[in-house]
């Protein structure tokens, strides 16, 4: 049995297909029959003509024509005499394929990238990809398509991208074990949004596994078996029936308020990462959303987003939405979540360093584009501004003057905009929660970020298993830490949520309910579970467990105390 981190729930049992990342470095070699290198060459480029155009006919139908075209203009690419015929000529003069291939794509990528047009860079790192994908053709290289797996497959992967994430089909990937990543990296929230059971930071599992062995994974309790015993598989196979039973039970659910058990009402919203994830929101019966975690947008990108693009995007969630809550966060990157094109420099310390809202204050430009296109978004549904990492007062000051002067030129622009937009705060660092009192005065709203909270209170890296026995958000710090900023929220009288993820945790919630939470954002598939723990609990019950929680010195203790009082 190998032990990970348990990063989505439910059990998978499956098929492995592991999927390896490639070297692409090869021997530039002279070449004398320039005639079958041609020929060579020649087959490369019409492999990948063939598979790209069956990937986007695949795209078309799946997810939408813009996206196809994106591939179909990657085949008119290789296919340009401009290109394949500086190519031959290489080839031509004594160079092999791999090395023609290469030279021409890099002399175009400078060109266009170098040029000052959103439209020619966007062609540049087109230009990337089809260099990569032919050089995998020369060089024999097949990769995995997530898309054409079969189902009851368990991927067994290094780290899972966003992008190999975007190629998962409904129902055919039974599981996801990789080798880092924590509970609250982006693999493991992004494995809970496709409700996949998944393990993370199994150190050494790429290679200790072989293609179709069989796999278990329990994302519940962090447990991974490999071609397991007959006696196990028959164990874990009752186990997923029992997990599949308790999910249709959360479906009594469906529709119903968020209330106490005691008959309070509190708001139960989810995090997003994509404006289409809006709709999962409202599937999973989502009231809001918490947090529309803005930097995937940059991320899954080549270059800045621009503020129509971003304009677009935000427009669209509050659309999806309906007039319910969206709370979209200005970017959240550096530290775990990096943006190759934006150059950032390398630092020692980087979730410490030059991030979040203070790189975005330090580019305004960056930052006043999206802050725009978050204002015009705000005139189709009810938007909120909520600000990452703040650590001051002045970051809190400074994002809202930049908001107000936007205001201005919208008005002089004659755009549309909420004119009441509310900017409030992520409090998830130490500092913010010890000054919870000085940002409520200048905060419409609070939403406390966990994740974070508990790294930057507990000193502990949030993706490092070595310390991962220190990263929880039940240690008495966090605990106190969490009490003081709902405490100073509702003095100041503004409101307060919580879009970490222990937010949905069941053992959390009666704390959060006895502290006063007023919103819980939770990631979609959790809204039932919540919605359920929620609704067992009254406000005094909730504090009387909470006082003697408080009481208590060590987080073993807290826990093994709330595992006893939960109601399952
Ligand atoms: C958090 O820190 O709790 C949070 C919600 O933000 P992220 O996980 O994106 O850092
Ligand atoms: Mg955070």
């Given amino acids: 049995m190998y032990k990970g981190i348990a990063a989505s729930r439910g059990i998978g049992i499956g098929s492995i297909c592991r999927i390896i990342e490639h070297d692409l470095t090869f021997e530039a070699r002279q070449i004398t029959d320039t005639a079958a290198e041609k020929q060579r060459f020649r087959e490369a480029v019409e492999a990948f003509v063939q598979e790209t155009t069956a990937m986007a006919a695949d795209i078309r139908k799946r997810i939408g024509p813009k996206e196809a075209e994106i591939l179909e203009g990657h085949i008119v690419m290789i296919m340009d005499p401009s290109m394949s015929g500086e190519m031959e000529k290489m080839i031509d003069a004594g160079q092999c394929a791999e090395t023609a291939l290469t030279a021409v794509c890099d002399m175009f990528y400078g060109m266009f990238s170098s040029m000052n047009d959103d439209m020619m860079r966007q062609r540049a790192s087109d230009i990337a990809d089809v260099k990569v994908s032919v050089l995998k053709k020369l060089l024999g290289i097949e990769d995995v398509d997530i898309s054409k797996v079969a189902p009851g497959t368990v ?23 990789t080798e880092i990543g924590g509970k609250t990296s982006h693999s493991a929230i992004l494995a809970r949004a496709l409700e996949i059971p998944a393990v993370l930071s199994v150190p050494g599992i790429v ?11 329990d994302g519940t309790e962090g447990e991974v078996y490999i071609n397991p015993e007959g006696d196990i598989l028959a164990r874990f196979v009752l186990k997923r029936e029992e997990f599949i039973r308790k999910q ?14 005691d008959g309070q009402k509190v708001e139960l919203f989810c995090n997003i990462g994509t404006p289409k994830d809006a709709r999962k929101a409202l599937e999973c019966d989502g009231e809001g959303i918490g947090l529309f975690r803005s930097e995937f947008l940059f991320m899954d990108n080549t270059r800045l987003p621009s503020e129509d693009e971003q304009y677009e995007a935000y427009r669209e969630a509050a659309q999806i939405m309906g007039g319910k809550t969206v709370i979209i966060r200005t970017l959240d990157i550096g530290g775990d979540k990096d943006i190759p094109y934006l150059k950032m420099q390398k630092e020692d ?16 430009d960056i930052y006043k584009t999206q802050l725009k296109a978050i204002l015009r978004a705000s005139a189709h549904g009810h938007v909120k501004i909520m600000i990452p990492l703040v650590t001051t007062v002045d970051e809190v000051r400074g994002v809202k003057s930049l908001v107000e002067e936007l205001k201005k030129e919208l008005d002089a622009e004659g755009k549309a905009y909420d004119k009441n937009i509310q900017v409030g705060c992520m409090i998830e660092t130490a500092s913010a929660s010890l000054i919870a009192d000085l940002l ?25 298993p070595n310390v991962a026995y ?39 919630i009666p704390l959060l309910m006895a502290f006063g939470l007023d919103e819980y954002s939770v990631n979609p598939v959790l809204v039932l579970t919540a919605r359920c723990i929620i609704s067992k609990w009254t406000r005094a019950e909730a504090c009387e467990l909470s006082d003697r929680i408080l009481a208590m010195d060590t987080e073993a203790e807290i826990v093994a105390a709330l595992k006893i009082a939960a109601k399952e």
Avoid at 155 to 176: E, F, H, K, W, Y
Avoid at 248 to 261: D, H, P, R, V, W
Avoid at 448 to 453: A, E, K, M
Wanted: hydrophobic residues 40%; negative net charge.
């Fill in 470 to 508: 220190l990263y929880s958000a039940f240690q008495p710090a966090v605990l106190r830490s969490i009490k003081n900023i709902i405490e100073c929220a509702n003095k100041a009288h503004i409101p307060v949520g919580m879009c970490g993820e222990a937010a949905a945790d069941p053992l959390m």
């Fill in 349 to 364: 310390n980087p979730f410490l360093g030059y991030r979040a809202v203070r790189y975005c204050l330090g580019n305004p």
């Fill in 248 to 261: 249709a039970e959360l479906n009594s659910f469906i529709g119903k308020e968020t209330l106490t058990a």
């Fill in 155 to 177: 991927l067994v992967c290094r780290d899972l991208t966003p992008s190999m994430t975007s190629q998962i089909v409904g129902g055919n990937v039974a599981g996801i074990i």
């Fill in 207 to 217: 290679d200790a596994v072989k293609d179709k062995d069989t796999a278990v994974i």
């Fill in 440 to 464: 409520a005065k200048e905060a419409d709203f609070f939403s406390i970020g966990t994740n974070d909270l508990t790294q930057y209170t507990m000193s502990v890296d949030r993706g490092n």
